[in-house]
C-alpha cells in the first residue's frame, strides 16, 4: 500500500512498529533497529516518515512519536498517486520525442529521404507497407528488386487485418505467364486488382508516405517520400489510372481482365439506359415491377463486375467497354 509513496522496506517495517504502539519516546525508537537485517541509524528514517505523513510528533517532552493511523491516509495516497501519475506522464512525454527523435531520418527536413541499395528498399518497401491505417495503394510494374510481388511477405497478414491493397498491374504482365500466375496470387489473397498502363513503380500508404524509384530501370535507388502535398499528388495519380484500369477477375482459376467489348447480361442491359437517363431506385423498380431493394441489388451487382466503386464509375466502365454508347444507349 505505501510503496506508491515511495517508502523503503526499512521504512515500512518502522511505520508498522509504530502501529503497534500508542506512543513511542524518541529513545525507544532508537532501539528499534536491534535484531532487524538492515543496519544504520533510525532517526533518518523517522524523519522520512514525518516527511511522508505517516508518523507525528506529539507536543511535550520528552519527544515522543506515533503513527498516523491507515485509514486516515486516504488523501496522502491519493495526492501521491497524482504526483507519480504527472511523473510518468512526463517521463512518458521524454522517452516518446527521444523515440521520434530517433526514427527521424537526416533528411526528413525535405520531407524526401533518398535510399541505396536493395537491402535499404526492401526493407522501405515493407515499412511503407506496416505504416498504413487502412489502404495500401500499389503501381505493380517491372523491374523488381528481389522477385516479384508474390515474395512479399508483408502483403497478406495486413489483408487479414482489414487493410485494403488496391493494384494496378502493368499490361506488359500480360505476355509472362509467371506475372499472370503472381495477378492471380493477388486476386486469391484479397487484392483489388486493376490492369493499366503503369506510369511509374510506386507503393503508397495512407500514413501518409510514398516508395518509388529514383528512375525507372533503377531498382538500387529509391525515394521514400514523406511530404504530404507530394503523397496526396501521387494518390491523384493513383486514382486517375485506376478509374481508366480494366478490372481483373478469376475463371477458372485464371485471371482474365474483363475485357471491353464484354457483353452485358440481361438484366444489366434493361438497367443500364435507365440509370443512364438518371431515373431513381423507385422509378426503375416501378417500370421493372420489383422492389427497389431489388434494383438496388442489381446495381450493386453490375458495379462489382465492372469493378466500380460509385454508378457515376459503372457508367464510364459501360461506355469503355462499349455496353452503352455516351448517349445512353445500348450498343
Not at 125 to 143: C, G, I, M
Not at 226 to 241: K, Q, S
Request: neutral net charge.
Amino acid at each position: 500500500m505505501l510503496r506508491i509513496l515511495g517508502v523503503t522496506a526499512a521504512e515500512q517495517a518502522l511505520y508498522e512498529w509504530l502501529l503497534e504502539r500508542p506512543a513511542v519516546p524518541l529513545d525507544a525508537i532508537d532501539g528499534f533497529a536491534a535484531g532487524r537485517p538492515w543496519r544504520g541509524p533510525v532517526r533518518p528514517l523517522l524523519a522520512r516518515l514525518e516527511e511522508l505523513g505517516l508518523a507525528l510528533r506529539l507536543p511535550g517532552a520528552p519527544a515522543r512519536f506515533q503513527a498516523v493511523a491507515p485509514d486516515e491516509l486516504a488523501d496522502t495516497l491519493a495526492l501521491a498517486g497524482e504526483r507519480a501519475l504527472t511523473r510518468a506522464r512526463a517521463r512518458r512525454a521524454r522517452l516518446a520525442a527521444v523515440f521520434r527523435a530517433n526514427r527521424r531520418s537526416p533528411d526528413e527536413g525535405n520531407l524526401v529521404e533518398i535510399l541505396h541499395g536493395k537491402q535499404a528498399i526492401k526493407q522501405a518497401f515493407a515499412d511503407v507497407q506496416l505504416s498504413a491505417r487502412k489502404e495500401v495503394r500499389v503501381f505493380d510494374a517491372p523491374p523488381y528488386v528481389d522477385g516479384p510481388p508474390l515474395t512479399d511477405p508483408v502483403e497478406p497478414g495486413l489483408l487479414r487485418r482489414g487493410i485494403r491493397y488496391r493494384v494496378i498491374y502493368d499490361r506488359r504482365g500480360l505476355d509472362d505467364p509467371d506475372r499472370l500466375a503472381d495477378f492471380a496470387h493477388g486476386l486469391s489473397v484479397g487484392e483489388e486488382t486493376r490492369v493499366s498502363t503503369v506510369p511509374i513503380k510506386l507503393v503508397l500508404s495512407d500514413h501518409p508516405l510514398a516508395l518509388l524509384p529514383v528512375r525507372t530501370e533503377n531498382v538500387e535507388s529509391a525515394m521514400l517520400v514523406r511530404d504530404p502535398a507530394l503523397t496526396e499528388a501521387l494518390g491523384t495519380l493513383f486514382e486517375l489510372a485506376w478509374d481508366q484500369g480494366v478490372p481483373l477477375r478469376v475463371r477458372d482459376g485464371h485471371p482474365q481482365l474483363v475485357e471491353v467489348g464484354d457483353a452485358p447480361s440481361p438484366a444489366e442491359g434493361e438497367l443500364l439506359p435507365l440509370l443512364a437517363a438518371g431515373l431513381t431506385d423507385a422509378a426503375i423498380a416501378a417500370q421493372q415491377g420489383c422492389t427497389e431493394r431489388t434494383v438496388r441489388r442489381r446495381i450493386s451487382a453490375m458495379l462489382r463486375r465492372l469493378g466500380a466503386a460509385s454508378r457515376f464509375q459503372a457508367g464510364y466502365q459501360a461506355i469503355r467497354r462499349e455496353w452503352i454508347t455516351t448517349s445512353g444507349d445500348l450498343t
